[in-house]
């Protein structure tokens, strides 16, 4: 069983900073990559970030805002959220692919979802 726990989300005013984590637990022999996806109200899931080995995406409108990173040591992946707009408000939800052992297939799996809300 994994589990995948957020948190560092809040209110937080137009052109501020948050910084949400994502601990995975449980048994976990590889993970294959980790990112965060959002999701605003009326909206459907969007892709934040995603990093895996050595590479990093972004959705474009993101890049230079937002820096996803990970500490694999604490299976820990991170994301800084800097200058941060009202139209950032959404639920955040980290995501890991991972597998349980070798001879597992790779399987996603979601936190419970983190709510971030940018307003004066």
């Known amino acids: 069983q994994v589990q995948l726990v957020e948190s560092g989300g809040g209110l937080v005013q137009p052109g501020g900073s948050l910084r949400l984590s994502c601990t995975a637990s449980g048994t976990i022999f590889s993970t294959n990559a980790l990112g965060w996806y959002r999701q605003a109200p009326g909206k459907e899931r969007e892709l934040v970030a995603v990093?895996?080995?050595?590479?990093?995406n972004y959705a474009g409108s993101l890049k230079g805002r937002f820096t996803i990173s990970r500490d694999d040591a604490k299976n820990t992946v991170y994301l800084q959220m800097n200058s941060l707009k009202p139209e950032d408000t959404a639920v955040y939800y980290c995501?890991?692919?991972?597998?349980?052992?070798?001879?597992?297939?790779?399987?996603?799996?979601w936190g419970q979802g983190t709510q971030v809300t940018v307003a004066s």
């Open positions: 990093i895996s080995g050595g590479y990093i």
């Open positions: 995501n890991a692919r991972l597998r349980a052992s070798r001879y597992s297939p790779y399987e996603d799996h």
